[in-house]
């Protein structure tokens, strides 16, 4: 049985989104040139904030599919869960590639970090643009 959820953002124009290893949403409404990993500024939502449901899933080691969403530009990248994952932060939701887990981590050994995302989406995101994040737990 899986769970989806939804998180919704804005771009910034310092998004750089070079990142070779993370990903990050935060609820910061500010962003400087040295958050090369962050993609969405004014989060609604971050690691503190999934449900009960959800969190439980992702700590079993389940897949998860993210989708992003700008301006009729999408990405989706698959990731895992982790029983490391504690969840914790109630600025930030970070999506590694690496198994690095701390209280900001989503999730751990995904396929794509900042750097690999389409650059018409990161354009977009450039101009101030709402991004979706839906997360999907699979399997």
């Known amino acids: 049985m899986g769970a989806t959820y939804s998180i919704s953002s804005f771009g910034h124009p310092n998004i750089s989104a070079t990142h070779k290893t993370t ?7 500010f962003l400087t040139h040295t ?11 971050a690691c503190a904030d999934l449900p009960k449901k959800f969190k439980e899933l992702l700590k079993l080691g ?5 989708t992003l969403e700008c301006n ?9 869960g982790d029983p490391r994952l504690t969840f914790t932060d109630e ?12 209280g900001k981590t989503l999730c751990v050994r995904a396929d794509k970090a900042a750097a690999d995302l389409n650059r018409d ?8 643009g709402r991004l979706s994040a839906t997360l999907e737990v699979l399997d």
């Open 91 to 102: 600025h930030r939701m970070i999506i590694r590639k690496s198994d690095f887990v701390c």
């Open 35 to 45: 958050g090369d990993c962050i993609i969405g500024v004014k989060a609604d939502k």
């Open 23 to 29: 990903i990050e949403l935060t609820r910061e409404d």
């Open 62 to 66: 389940r897949r998860l599919r993210i």
């Open 121 to 128: 989406l990161i354009e977009e995101l450039k101009k101030g």
């Open 72 to 80: 009729g530009f999408k990405e989706t990248i698959t990731a895992r």
